[in-house]
């Protein structure tokens, strides 16, 4: 009976496991052939595609902490100078990852609200980007030691290990991007910016093109593959691009870059309208070519010396041809204080300008928007 039993469970051990089925099943079939991430969730594709169509009708305006803070406050419910200036949300928000070891942002941002403020832009129709001044992961300095790192985390480096923590935490971050329902927010990831610049420890000085490139695909494979995140389209932005073997220099490919972004900080005189129409024409027509999406990452002149600026440098550029004006959108930096700003708010002598810009049939505010998930 003993033997018999024993015979039993080495029999029923065998049947179980030659049932197992040889092959892992893969969690997801693939979703699409034409983002970075194949198994992209629906809501993904579905804001990609809509950014695409948009681009054709209009430039969404964006602007960077806009529900944090502004001129003279500070986490107020609801409250944005952007909306109290023309009475409309941005169409884009731009937060940043930088200290994410920490409770707040390197601008003082607490992350848990950042991320509430995600999820209320989302419930709006509103969209979100995220860019990233991590600090240097060797001195740990920040983002703007220069001193070399790159080859130190990538995989063979000393600092490998302790950057995957940094990207770990990355992850968690975006993971916690979900609505009441569920549904994780789709966001666009920019990462690594002005990379052809040198301030940065990712940038043209402190690392080569391979570096760079590896560097941008560990990230993408690491957030994609290994901690399954899906609802992410992949922005590049280097800064004031002037011809496209320029922006091709540091480039880690089309199979890892959904979005061309550019950012621009050249419109401080009327001169310079052409010169910045010009750079938008070469990046629409880069992410054209590749059937990918052209976006002003991040534009703006500190403290807004110019009342007619919207208008008359920032319009004036986007729409100087048929081809620039196919950007998707325009974002401006943070409005941190009345000595560095990028936005109007109410009483600045370019809030009657803003106003101009805002009623333009070409801008495109959050209330404005189409259903951008579906
Ligand atoms: C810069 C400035 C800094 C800020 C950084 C990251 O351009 O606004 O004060 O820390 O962006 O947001």
């Given at each position: 009976?003993?033997?018999f039993?024993?015979f039993?469970?080495?029999?029923?051990?065998f049947?179980?496991?030659s049932?197992?089925p040889t092959?892992?099943?893969?969690?997801?079939?693939?979703?699409?052939d034409?983002?970075?991430?194949?198994f992209?969730?629906?809501?993904?594709i579905?804001l990609?595609?809509?950014?695409?169509?948009?681009s054709?009708?209009?430039v969404?305006?964006?602007h960077?902490?806009?529900?944090a803070?502004g001129?003279?406050w500070?986490?107020?419910?609801?409250?944005s100078?952007i909306?109290?200036?023309?009475?409309?949300?941005?169409?884009v928000?731009?937060?940043d990852?930088?200290?994410?070891?920490?409770?707040?942002?390197?601008?003082?941002?607490?992350?848990?609200?950042?991320?509430?403020?995600?999820?209320?832009?989302?419930?709006?129709?509103?969209?979100?980007?995220?860019s990233?001044?991590l600090?240097?992961?060797?001195?740990?300095?920040?983002?703007?030691?220069?001193?070399?790192a790159?080859?130190?985390?990538?995989?063979?480096?000393?600092r490998?290990?302790?950057y995957?923590?940094?990207?770990?935490q990355?992850?968690?971050f975006l993971?916690?991007?979900?609505?009441d329902?569920?549904?994780?927010?789709?966001?666009v990831f920019?990462?690594?910016?002005e990379h052809?610049?040198?301030?940065?420890?990712?940038?043209s000085?402190?690392?080569?093109?391979?570096?760079?490139?590896?560097?941008?695909?560990?990230?993408v494979?690491?957030?994609r593959?290994t901690?399954?995140?899906?609802?992410?389209l992949?922005?590049?932005?280097?800064?004031?691009?002037?011809?496209?073997?320029q922006?091709?220099?540091?480039y880690?490919g089309?199979?890892?870059?959904?979005?061309?972004?550019?950012?621009d900080y050249?419109?401080?005189?009327?001169?310079?309208?052409?010169?910045v129409?010009?750079?938008?024409e070469?990046?629409?027509?880069?992410a054209e070519k590749r059937?990918?999406i052209?976006?002003?990452t991040?534009?703006?002149?500190?403290n807004?010396?110019?009342?007619?600026w919207?208008?008359?440098?920032?319009?004036?550029?986007i729409?100087?041809?048929?081809i620039?004006?196919k950007?998707?959108?325009a974002?401006?930096?943070?409005?941190?204080?009345?000595?560095?700003?990028?936005?109007?708010?109410?009483?600045?002598?370019?809030?009657?300008?803003?106003?101009?810009?805002?009623?333009d049939?070409f801008?495109?505010?959050?209330?404005q928007l189409p259903d951008?998930?579906?």
């Amino acid at each position: 009976m003993r033997f018999f039993k024993i015979f039993l469970i080495i029999f029923l051990c065998f049947v179980c496991k030659s049932k197992e089925p040889t092959k892992p099943v893969k969690k997801f079939s693939e979703t699409n052939d034409f983002l970075v991430d194949r198994f992209a969730t629906a809501e993904t594709i579905a804001l990609f595609e809509n950014l695409k169509q948009l681009s054709n009708r209009g430039v969404m305006f964006g602007h960077q902490d806009d529900l944090a803070y502004g001129v003279g406050w500070q986490a107020e419910n609801g409250r944005s100078d952007i909306k109290s200036v023309c009475g409309d949300y941005p169409a884009v928000t731009g937060w940043d990852l930088g200290d994410i070891q920490k409770q707040s942002n390197l601008d003082g941002v607490d992350f848990e609200k950042m991320k509430q403020w995600i999820r209320e832009t989302h419930a709006r129709g509103g969209i979100t980007a995220l860019s990233m001044h991590l600090d240097n992961p060797v001195t740990l300095n920040n983002a703007w030691d220069n001193t070399p790192a790159v080859a130190a985390i990538l995989p063979d480096g000393n600092r490998y290990k302790s950057y995957l923590k940094i990207l770990d935490q990355i992850a968690g971050f975006l993971a916690d991007l979900v609505t009441d329902d569920g549904i994780c927010i789709p966001v666009v990831f920019r990462p690594y910016h002005e990379h052809n610049h040198s301030w940065s420890w990712w940038g043209s000085s402190a690392c080569t093109v391979d570096e760079y490139n590896a560097l941008w695909k560990m990230t993408v494979e690491y957030l994609r593959d290994t901690h399954e995140l899906h609802h992410l389209l992949y922005a590049i932005s280097p800064q004031e691009v002037n011809s496209e073997s320029q922006y091709l220099a540091r480039y880690p490919g089309d199979d890892f870059v959904d979005i061309f972004g550019m950012d621009d900080y050249r419109l401080w005189n009327r001169s310079q309208v052409n010169v910045v129409g010009k750079s938008l024409e070469i990046i629409v027509t880069l992410a054209e070519k590749r059937d990918k999406i052209a976006a002003l990452t991040e534009v703006g002149v500190e403290n807004v010396p110019f009342s007619d600026w919207w208008s008359n440098y920032l319009l004036a550029a986007i729409e100087y041809s048929n081809i620039s004006r196919k950007i998707a959108w325009a974002l401006v930096w943070r409005n941190a204080s009345e000595t560095h700003f990028f936005a109007p708010y109410p009483g600045h002598p370019s809030a009657a300008d803003f106003i101009e810009f805002y009623k333009d049939p070409f801008t495109i505010f959050q209330s404005q928007l189409p259903d951008m998930y579906h």
